[in-house]
């Protein structure tokens, strides 16, 4: 969606000639790998960090429209709501101390954005869920003033029919409404890009699936909405409900949200986008001119706009991606699993444990997702978002014989996939400095048990017990948050608890 869209209004014919021309770009899409004309392997890596805005007090601010313009770089953007920004990080080659220039880049570029929006009192957070989010914040009149976010919002509001339902049952319980999407924008995330080569897209896309659990549990950092404590990561369940399209009787027939994880492994890239395609009612039925086939039979390549923008609203958590550069076709796993935070060496850890993990299981003589049913995998990832890095997951017990085992996250980590994931890093060439250095982070976290989540639910408590009522004790949990996050040490590391008043 962060495509510029032009809003206008649909007539009835507009989604049979969108389906028509979705059914083409599929069949070009199929063409293509049939083709291998896609790009020759390149160890390409990118990544999207989703931020929030708030002021000293640690309230949200209004002000991405203010903020932007003085922060006068391409590599931020609007994202849903007026207290969200997105920095984007030019692609980079996965090897020697990429590492190292990442958060070298991040802490440059964020340490810059959150000086512009000093200039008008706010500053940058990097957090799944800002603690201090009201229902007040989370209205249409907060949406972005771009056009794409009011026309989506009014598609999903149309297609719903009825006001979207919020229900999460966790340390304690949330029931709300919203008469639009605005609640989405609470959740901000970071996204991983992978690209890979048709044939090794199944592999990495299961490989993602198999420890999507894994990664909520290390990095879950979004346990408060609407001033309660609810999952460990509760932007999932806030997400797919502030998403979901379905009134109670389609849910009821067992129709698919639209923020999905999935319900099988696949053994291509082809899978993902026929299922988006045939699962999915397009939202935005806007038409490129291209005609896709006919781009073909003429030798070039496609831009396949329409399959582009249909799947951007579908949000699977490992969502595949097609792109053009140079003119040149490739495809992506777009990993989206991770909340933001909690400082730039976390951003970092996760994203290397991430990269050498999925390397590691993609290239397993016997992979992981042939001894791992696919439902246990979507388990585990529930099961994460509401322990965190407390949980317990299901995965293959060791050696050949067989069978499966209910283990703590931790323990998992620290004794079969750290390991994994240092060779992941190995195969990518990454240089041992940055490998250990970073991975030596997660096992911290694994070791001492703490994560954002974590941190942010003991330092609440704590304001709690010092006598802060709730209102107050959050606010205090997210101000001392904000200054931990920019002193830049790894979360594991933080002191507990908030400053006495």
Known sequence: MGEKVVAGAFDLSDRQRYRRKLHQCVEGLERLLAERRFDRPRNLMGMEIELNLAGSDGMPKMVNGEVLPRIASRDFQTELGMFNLEMNIVPHHLDGRVFDQLAEELRTGL????????????????????????????????LSAAERYTLLNDQMVAARGEEFSLDIQGVERLVSTSSSITPEAACTSVQLHLQVTPARFAAVWNAAQ?????????????????????WRESRPPLFQQATDTRPPELHN??????????????DSAYELFEENLRYFPPLLPIRDEEDPLRVL?????????????HNGTVYRWNRPVYGLADGVPHLRVENRVLPAGPTVTDVIANAAFYYGIVRALAEESRPVWTRLPFAAAAENFDTACRHGIDAELIWPSPGRSGGL???????????????LAAAGLD???????????????????????????SWQVDAYHRAREA???RHAALAATTRRYAELMHSGEPVHSWPAGVPAP
């Open 210 to 230: 198999a420890v999507a659990g894994v990664q909520i549990a290390l990095g879950a950092n979004s346990p408060f909405l609407f001033g309660r404590e609810l």
């Open 111 to 142: 340490g810059y954005a959150h000086r512009k929006a000093g200039e008008v009192g706010a500053g940058i957070m990097m957090i799944g869920i800002l603690p201090t989010l009201g229902r007040q914040d989370l209205v249409v009149a907060n």
């Open 253 to 266: 027939q067992g129709v698919r949200p639209r923020t999905w994880f999935g319900e099988r492994w696949v």
């Open 467 to 469: 006598g802060l009522e």
């Open 405 to 419: 085992t209910r283990v703590p996250a931790v323990k998992l980590v620290r004794d079969e996939l750290l390991p």
């Open 427 to 453: 195969a990518w060439n990454i240089e041992a400095a940055d490998r250990d250095r970073y991975l030596g982070v997660i096992e911290e976290r694994c070791k001492r048990r703490v994560n954002g989540a």
């Open 297 to 309: 039979d003429e030798g070039g390549v496609p831009r396949l706009q329409e399959l582009v923008l």
